[in-house]
């Protein structure tokens, strides 16, 4: 029996000791020459299953696998080669070899990350080597210090140049394409960047998208040619014409299950045609469609071509002609240095005009209309280019570390074929740098220097901001920060809150943390490693969250002191508070997140910008809950069976323990509480014992009998209720459509889920009883055999659960609750149990293993397909499927816009949202909408304004603080509030406001409140409401500073 995916792949016994799950990988393609001057490559560890746990949700177990295989070459490690050979690293590749024999100079400092000036003069290769190593014991980090021959050519997979000649580009290019090496070139050049790819003329691509395969639940089949489909639609749902399509589950034609692939055509009223069916026999009930993923073929011109008739990846037609325009200043970039040896110097006019005078020379492009150059364009890619920008460098080279994962793991399309960047709107809109202020200074950021002057990076010296979040994408902006020199001198600094702490599945995508930092806060962890990548950094770490418990750290006078805020957050609720904050202070804010391979980054910027929003509620960015009447007894979907699992441990380890130990305290039931209900929360737990279980075999005969009555008992005692032919009014059988039938399971302890239920639900049980559990697997067979006898008594008596949705309370008859009370009192004669709250990062716990094994027999019950244990995980532990390349690429967009923040002066135009989606190769951004205005009477205001009033001295009466605001505003005020507190009202009988009217503000508060004002408080907020007001006004707050 084929189980899930990554539980049993070890088998139990190694799954229950502890020990890292794993799985060889497939075999590699037959070897090519052996590596010369190199260490031999040895057996290569297994795939450590924690370790990329979130990565696997995105990629799946196959495209893993060959990762972990995979042997690519990277040429050319300044700060683009840097980003590309980190991403590799944390992510799994099998090996990279690195080759770049020059010299570390100033200018690479400014972004690679790996280098420092002790490195200076030192092949960039061998200096880079151990920091890379460090950041993976899985990966081998070589280096080859020779020339890229066609023999050494052929070892790798994928061949990436970075930093690269032309001559050398087109030279390595046609033999790997002629050898069918995946291979990719990529540069920046100041704030323009490019990537090419070659996967060779018939590139496979066996899974093209991200999303998982489209299944609806059969609802019915028709017998003719075509045969009509009908089914359930949910959220997102919507099979296109030509999708290929398989069966399961099916109950009268199961001619169609596991039948091969059949195509779609979808119908005007949404039903699917999908061939004949004439010859099967009548649908009945029950089943599942799934779509099945087609592979495509690319095919890709190698350089020499492409160079000439480039096909670029563009969202419209003017992007497209920037490219190409974009496309020749490289080509022109290309032949400036030939010619001279160097790029053109920083902000040199006479440089730029012989690049310019080089473009023009080129002569069109094949397959394209006469198109004259952009020579404004060109000018400042030449003015800029001999700048090397740690942004630029983040986002271009996740770009290129994902292309090499596409190449060697066949997921995900891969760029047709060029792709170019440009973020010349970060440079400045009044004044531009002059040649005198971006000379080279022989400091670590000179590369950063040739694009914006010595003057704009003393303004970054002195900015104070504050990161919130030091996961993936906090560890990449503080790595970001420390490199453009945030915050690296003067009054300046960056202080970095987090209040977790680091565990095992974040090595493989945050940077700035190794395995010996496991458990140690991650602010902490963070900062130190941001501070050895730059010392002049002043950083300071908080391991507090940023939320209304701590206003007393993150109040008035520390947010006085910062220039601005970056959030790296994973949840809207922490966001939306985030974002409050910075609107209360009037703070800019840098904003990230990703999913998968998915991301975006925004700038919100006072009076400039719109403020950040994010989902209007809870229900726009998390799923609805699922009616309880599905969940228990109609399931048709894998989450169906996972929210029922999750529910299931909370009622029987969290929930009951809870109440018992209430009840243990007050030895009664609350006033509030209806003791039927939580005697019947407490039946299963409970299980009919008289006596608190004592020993781990106690706890393996109350787990089977739980397993009995859940997908044994239970299901026999529904279907006798509603059997399988039971006919509705209307003649459709009750269990057809979204309702399928469900199965009695027999306990069979040569299945391995069986018994992994069995071992995770008695450890769960003997936990919450402070009892010692047990992990051994070879044990248990034993313990249960007796007890599966015929007529055993050993097992726990549980009575079977009714089948009728109706209230809990109405479930057991006056017997079986006396019986439960008694049991109860017993019960609380011992010590107090313990709760378990869910987990769902612990591989030891047994919480996973437990949902996961209860969803699947669930599962089996009702014949719906099962969500492997790493779905089972992002889906109850609400994980958010992740991998470093998208976290590098969004902390580069924001860089880029902290760029622009820094220098100030900036219309709204010059800022950029920014999307991603990187398995599709969709890049778009755009200009932020302005905030909106909104009016009453002769008042104009957006989101970032606020009425001010001084407290005085003295301080002003409520009384007064209104008759201010008629006379200053011409403000009839109707209504006070701070917060949810109501200060004053007009409706009030007069004499509620004669007791309020007199007395001063603070004093109102307090009075109101019944509590203090926080000490050192500047400003109270209020909130006003006035006559003649219309629905959706929003007055702006009345700040009143005292």
Excluded at 345 to 370: F, I, N
Excluded at 883 to 897: D, I, P, R
Aim: net charge negative; hydrophobic share 40%.
């Amino acid at each position: 029996m084929q189980l899930l995916r990554g539980v049993f792949a070890l088998g139990l016994q190694e799954l229950v000791a502890g020990q890292e799950r794993s799985l060889e990988p497939e075999p590699e393609p037959g070897p090519g020459p052996e590596l010369p001057r190199m260490a031999a490559q040895g057996p290569r560890a297994p795939l450590d299953e924690e370790l990329y746990s979130r990565q696997l949700q995105v990629l799946g177990l196959p495209a893993m696998q060959r990762i972990r295989g995979a042997r690519v070459l990277l040429s050319g490690l300044r700060g683009l080669g840097a980003e590309v050979a980190k991403n590799l690293v944390l992510m799994g590749v099998g090996s990279l070899t690195l080759h770049d024999s020059h010299p570390t100079c100033w200018s690479d400092l400014a972004a690679q990350f790996f280098l420092s000036e002790k490195d200076l003069a030192r092949s960039r290769a061998e200096a880079s080597q151990k920091a890379l190593a460090q950041l993976s014991e899985a990966v081998q980090v070589l280096v080859h210090p020779g020339n890229l021959t066609e023999d050494l050519l052929l070892s790798f997979q994928v061949v990436v140049l970075t930093s690269s000649r032309l001559d050398e580009q087109l030279r390595v290019g046609a033999l790997c394409h002629k050898h069918g090496v995946g291979f990719l070139v990529a540069d920046t050049r100041g704030l323009v960047g490019q990537v090419f790819c070659d996967f060779g003329e018939a590139f496979t691509v066996e899974d093209p998208t991200e999303a998982e395969p489209l299944t609806a639940a059969v609802l019915d089949i028709s017998q003719g040619s075509p045969g009509i489909l009908t089914v359930r639609k949910g959220p997102g749902d919507s099979f296109c014409s030509g999708d290929l399509v398989t069966f399961s589950g099916i109950e009268g034609m199961a001619e169609l299950n596991g039948c091969p692939p059949r195509p779609v055509h979808v119908r005007e009223d949404g039903a699917l045609e999908i061939g004949d069916t004439t010859a099967f026999s009548r649908y009945l009930r029950g089943g599942s469609v799934t779509e099945v993923k087609r592979p495509q073929i690319v095919s890709h011109e190698p350089l020499e071509v492409a160079l000439l008739q480039p096909r670029v990846v563009a969202q419209g037609r003017q992007e497209a002609l920037r490219a190409r325009h974009l496309h020749q200043a490289f080509r022109a970039l290309h032949q400036f240095q030939h010619l001279h040896g160097r790029l053109p110097r920083p902000w040199h006019a006479a440089d730029a005009e012989v690049m310019v005078g080089l473009a023009w020379a080129l002569g069109p492009l094949k397959g394209t209309e006469e198109e004259p150059l952009d020579e404004g364009l060109l000018r400042t890619v030449a003015l800029s280019s001999a700048g090397d920008l740690s942004p630029m460098a983040a986002f271009l080279g996740a770009v290129v570390a994902q292309e090499v994962l596409k190449a060697v793991s066949r997921k995900f399309m891969p760029l047709d074929q060029w792709l170019y960047f440009d973020a010349l709107d970060c440079l400045p809109e009044d004044q531009l740098p002059n040649s005198e202020d971006c000379a080279p200074r022989g400091c670590r950021y000179d590369g950063q220097i040739a694009v914006f002057g010595a003057d704009f990076q003393g303004k970054l010296r002195h900015q104070h901001y504050l990161l919130v979040g030091a996961g993936a994408i906090g560890c990449e902006l503080l790595k970001g920060f420390a490199l453009v020199g945030l915050g690296a001198g003067g009054r300046g600094g960056v202080t970095v809150s987090d209040m977790d702490h680091v565990e095992r599945s974040n090595l493989s995508r945050q940077l700035l943390f190794r395995p010996q930092d496991i458990g140690r806060p991650k602010a902490e962890v963070a900062a130190a490693a941001a501070q050895r990548l730059n010392p002049d950094l002043q950083v300071t770490a908080l391991s507090y969250p940023l939320d209304p418990s701590t206003h007393g750290v993150f109040g008035d006078s520390f947010f006085s002191g910062v220039d601005g805020v970056a959030a790296a957050l994973d949840s809207f609720q922490a966001r939306r508070y985030v974002a409050a904050r910075c609107t209360h202070y009037l703070k800019p804010l840098l904003e990230a997140g990703t999913q998968g391979t998915r991301g975006s980054a925004s700038v919100f910027l006072p009076h400039v910008t719109e403020t950040y929003r994010g989902p209007a509620s809870a229900a726009d960015s998390e799923d609805a809950p699922q009616p309880v009447c599905t969940l228990r007894h109609f399931p048709s979907t894998a989450e169906h069976t996972l929210q029922w699992a999750r529910d299931e441990f909370e009622g029987l380890f969290r929930l009951s323990a809870e109440t018992i130990n209430r009840y243990q305290q007050a030895r009664a039931f609350p006033a509030d509480t209806d003791r039927l209900q939580v005697l019947t929360l407490l039946q299963p737990v409970l299980g009919g014992r008289r006596a608190r279980p004592q020993t781990w075999q106690d706890c393996v005969v109350w787990a089977l009998g739980h397993w009995q009555w859940r997908f044994r008992d239970g299901i026999t005692q529904l279907l006798r209720s509603l059997p399988p032919d039971k006919v509705l009014e209307d003649g459709t059988l009750f269990w057809s459509g979204p309702r399928r039938c469900p199965q009695p399971l027999e306990f069979d302890s040569s299945q391995d889920v069986h018994l992994l239920y069995v071992l995770a639900a008695a450890n769960l049980y003997a936990q919450m009883h402070r009892l010692p559990g047990s992990r051994d697997p070879t044990a248990l067979p034993g313990l249960l055999a007796p007890l599966l006898q015929p007529g055993s008594q050993g097992r726990a008596p549980i009575p079977a659960e009714s089948p009728e949705p109706a209230p809990a309370a109405a479930e057991l008859g006056p017997e079986q609750l006396e019986d439960l009370q008694e049991a109860l009192e017993v019960w609380s004669e011992g010590p107090s149990l313990k709760p378990l709250k869910f987990e769902k990062d612990g591989d030891s716990n047994f919480h996973v293993d437990f949902v996961t094994a209860a969803a699947t027999l669930r599962s089996q019950n009702y014949g719906i397909p099962p969500a492997s244990r790493a779905q089972s995980q992002q889906i109850m532990g609400q994980i958010i499927p992740a991998v470093a390349t998208t976290s590098a690429a969004v902390a580069g967009l924001l860089g880029l816009e902290l760029y622009k923040v820094v220098g100030g002066l900036r219309t709204l135009g010059a800022f950029r949202h920014s999307a991603l989606h990187l398995a599709e190769n969709r890049f778009e951004r755009w200009v932020p909408s302005a905030p909106a205005i909104q009016t009453f009477q002769h008042l104009k205001w957006t989101c970032w304004d606020r009425l001010t009033v001084p407290a005085g001295r003295p301080e002003k009466t409520l009384e007064s603080l209104l008759a201010h605001l008629q006379e200053q505003q011409a403000l009839s005020v109707r209504r006070v509030l701070l917060g949810p507190a109501l200060l004053y009202s007009a409706e009030w009988p007069p004499e509620k406001q004669a007791q309020h009217l007199p007395l001063r503000v603070t004093e109102l508060v307090q009075h109101v409140t019944g509590q203090a004002l926080e000490p050192g408080l500047r400003v109270l907020v209020l909130e006003l409401s006035c006559e003649g007001e219309e629905d959706g006004t929003a007055f702006p707050p009345l700040h009143y500073e005292l």
